[in-house]
């Protein structure tokens, strides 16, 4: 098992590219990646052992082979800093083209980020995914509803990337949607989380544009895998990642199709080599072939563990609650507390009435029988950091 993966990482560790201390104390004793088996011996990589080390105690890449930094934002914690080679935007442009020339996105094509100015590392590797691919590109780093609206009138722009959330920001202003639809954009590129099937077709039904996930970490290098036609899954490239999912609990290897959390090792001469880096994102790969054709494996993402509650041993995911509210008529905002019992809170919106069928499905998802609260949208409106679900204090 993995056969390939052990060989390409004997190599890179003869390389050198494990030779700082950050990598050699993990491997100590098992240098020679003979078998998955004792490959599953190395710790696993965790944040915080990250945000202990600055970029150049964790690289074996001299200062002018950077092309720059990335940054977590330190919403969370101390601000960590990556090293980004130029290898590493060699094999980045790799990926970009993998999942965006089946999409049929060339130098016709104007993009347009819409990323908000806090998500610096999103913004940028939007622009670096359009110019990969000979776009033009328009940047609008303060996308409030009329900005978006301001620049697509203004700018032929054929593609969107941002945040699901953003692109909805227009949605229940007829005017507003009104010029979305009759403009020049024919597709959106959603990153920076989840995107349920429900935000989907709302999404593409408001804008009048196809709509693709993409997905990805700044540990990586932002966007690293991304839907096809068949929007069923991110393709990635397996020849340069490795991803293990493991069972949350007992830190087992779990198989192909089913849900655990992501492990990443990176497979080239990476700025940051990740060794079994612990994502915390609870993903599926499925390893058949696709309705698109391809062999490339696909990751299915429900989110992140730490934002999931934990009810009776298993994992309910916001996505999990989105899905099953926008596929039953509700659109709005949500979220869940975990007390003694489930509250499910969603804004006050006229002409919403919960039926007791959608009712059932939401007690059904959290196995109890869940209290319903609507409270005004302003108490609710998503930050795109803000956490979804809750323990309440006790
Ligand atoms: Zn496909």
């Not at 060989?7 to 998955?36: A, C, M, N, T």
């Not at 990335?70 to 919403?75: L, V």
């Not at 908000?116 to 913004?123: F, I, L, R, S």
Request: aromatic residues 12%; contains cysteine.
């Amino acid at each position: 098992m993995h056969e390939r993966e052990m060989k390409q990482l004997r190599e890179l560790y003869e390389s050198g590219v494990f030779q700082k201390p950050f990598y050699s104390d993990r491997l100590h004793g098992i240098e020679d990646f003979d078998s998955y088996e004792s490959f599953t011996k190395i710790p696993f990589m965790y944040k915080q052992d990250i945000r202990r080390t600055k970029p150049f105690e964790r690289t074996a890449t001299p200062p002018e082979e950077a092309y720059g930094f990335f940054s977590s934002s330190g919403t969370t914690g101390k601000k960590t800093f990556y090293l980004y080679s130029k290898t590493d935007k060699k094999v980045h442009e790799e990926f970009v083209k993998t999942y965006f020339t089946p999409l049929g996105i060339g130098p016709s094509d104007i993009g347009g980020v819409f990323a908000p100015v806090d998500t610096g590392v999103m913004a940028h590797t939007m622009m670096w995914q359009f110019t990969t691919m000979g776009c033009g590109y328009v940047n609008c780093p303060e996308p409030s509803p009329r900005n978006i609206i301001e620049s697509i009138q203004d700018v032929p722009v054929t593609l969107i990337a941002t945040r699901p959330s953003v692109v909805c920001s227009i949605i229940g202003n007829p005017e507003y949607e009104r010029i979305a639809r009759e403009s020049s954009v024919r597709m959106m590129l959603m990153g920076g989380g989840f995107l349920t099937n429900g935000r989907r077709h709302l999404i593409e039904k408001a804008w009048g544009a196809e709509c693709y996930g993409m997905f990805g970490m700044s540990e990586v290098f932002g966007p690293m895998a991304g839907e096809c036609r068949a929007q069923d899954g991110y393709h990635y490239l397996d020849k340069y990642l490795m991803v293990e999912i493991v069972d949350p609990v007992t830190h087992g290897p779990l198989g192909p199709g089913e849900y655990g959390v992501a492990v990443y090792t990176t497979l080239w001469n990476k700025g940051f080599p990740l060794l079994r880096y612990w994502t915390d994102d609870y993903i599926a790969v499925d390893t058949s072939t696709c309705r698109c054709g391809s062999d490339l494996p696909r990751l299915r993402y429900k989110g992140r563990l730490a934002d999931s509650l934990n009810i009776n041993g298993s994992y309910v995911f916001p996505s999990m609650l989105e899905e099953c509210l926008f596929t039953n008529g509700y659109f709005g905002e949500y979220r869940a507390v975990q007390g003694d019992r489930i509250r499910v809170i969603l804004e006050k919106t006229d002409g919403f009435e919960m039926s007791g069928e959608l009712k059932q499905k939401i007690d059904e998802l959290f196995m109890s029988d869940v209290v319903i609260e609507y409270v005004d949208r302003e108490q609710l409106l998503y930050d795109g950091h803000g956490i979804r679900f809750t323990k309440e204090d006790r």
